[in-house]
């Protein structure tokens, strides 16, 4: 038994939805693929590598989420609370998945989520140069003062910047 791809195959002709005047036309229909009509199949070689390293990935994620879920399942029984003897559940593969893709993050994305923690975000109340400076005030009293403070050259960040050089002269 040989696989017939999708173009030479006259199943697929049906399977798209074909007309039924336009299929009596097909030759592929009545004859069926032109490497039928010859002595040999064609010879093709199938790359399994590429497949196999899929396969053995997924295998290894699988045997680490079995480990992550009984070692799991483990602390839980050593805290004593209830023992916990029945086969591993859906809700630990999760738990465990879970754990794993949070450490892988941590791994991966260290400085990123850092990065992203030191973002301040603030609704003020306008969009007054008042109204920034309060705000500014409020970040400052939170975080402390800024060694750089960046501006999109707005209309409250201009009046707040010549406010503070006037304040200061």
Same mark, same amino acid.
């Given at each position: 038994?040989?696989?017939?791809?999708?173009?030479?195959?006259?199943?697929?002709?049906?399977?798209?939805?074909?007309?039924?005047?336009?299929?009596?036309?097909?030759?592929?229909?009545?004859?069926?693929?032109?490497?039928?009509?010859?002595?040999?199949?064609?010879?093709?070689?199938?790359?399994?590598?590429?497949?196999?390293?899929?396969?053995?990935?997924?295998?290894?994620?699988?045997?680490?989420?079995?480990?992550?879920?009984?070692?799991?399942?483990?602390?839980?029984?050593?805290?004593?609370?209830?023992?916990?003897?029945?086969?591993?559940?859906?809700?630990?593969?999760?738990?465990?998945?879970?754990?794993?893709?949070?450490?892988?993050?941590?791994?991966?994305?260290?400085?990123?989520?850092?990065?992203? @923690?030191?973002?301040?975000?603030?609704?003020?109340?306008?969009?007054?140069?008042?109204?920034?400076?309060?705000?500014?005030?409020?970040?400052?009293?939170?975080?402390?003062?800024?060694?750089?403070?960046?501006?999109?050259?707005? @209309?409250?960040?201009?009046?707040?910047?010549?406010?503070?050089?006037?304040?200061?002269?």
């Amino acid at each position: 038994m040989e696989h017939v791809p999708s173009d030479p195959n006259p199943a697929d002709l049906v399977s798209r939805g074909i007309d039924p005047d336009k299929l009596l036309q097909q030759k592929l229909w009545f004859n069926g693929p032109t490497f039928l009509s010859g002595d040999e199949y064609p010879n093709r070689t199938i790359n399994c590598r590429e497949k196999l390293e899929e396969y053995n990935s997924e295998l290894r994620k699988t045997l680490l989420m079995n480990k992550l879920r009984t070692i799991n399942r483990f602390v839980e029984n050593l805290k004593g609370i209830s023992r916990v003897t029945v086969p591993l559940t859906i809700k630990e593969f999760e738990k465990a998945e879970t754990f794993l893709v949070n450490k892988v993050q941590e791994q991966e994305f260290s400085s990123d989520i850092n990065n992203l @923690k030191t973002v301040h975000i603030e609704l003020v109340s306008g969009l007054t140069s008042q109204a920034f400076i309060a705000a500014l005030k409020r970040f400052m009293a939170r975080r402390g003062k800024c060694a750089k403070l960046f501006s999109d050259n707005g @209309k409250n960040f201009v009046g707040a910047s010549n406010g503070i050089k006037n304040f200061l002269k």
